[in-house]
């Protein structure tokens, strides 16, 4: 019989967050204990089945390879609604343009 081991699963949205402890078998992937959390019942449209995944702030390439150690925090990410660069470009731009205005 396998071990059991203790995890996190976490998404979160702008206004809301969820983080869900599991005790998954010893030799659950990534992708594995995503899918166990549930975590669609709680946010409406969200694909666990191909939502990008990453370990304590890592993005996963495989993670349905990736086996999960005790203690270990999986993380769903979403789409970016804009580019963080193309968002401090624009910030920049403004702050220069509003310097240049003074």
Do not use: W
């Not at 890592?58 to 804009?82: H, M, T």
Request: with cysteine.
């Amino acid at each position: 019989m396998a071990e059991n081991i203790l995890v996190e699963v976490v998404y979160a949205l702008e206004g809301a967050q969820k983080l869900l402890c599991l005790r998954v078998p010893s030799g659950t992937t990534v992708r594995e204990a995503a899918l166990r959390s549930g975590m669609e019942v709680h946010f409406s449209g969200l694909d666990l089945a191909s939502a990008p995944l990453g370990i304590f702030g890592k993005l996963v390439a495989k993670p349905e390879e990736r086996v999960l150690e005790a203690g270990d925090r999986v993380e769903i990410y979403r789409e970016l609604v804009a580019d963080p660069k193309e968002v401090r470009k624009a910030r920049a731009a403004r702050a220069k343009a509003a310097q240049q205005g003074s």
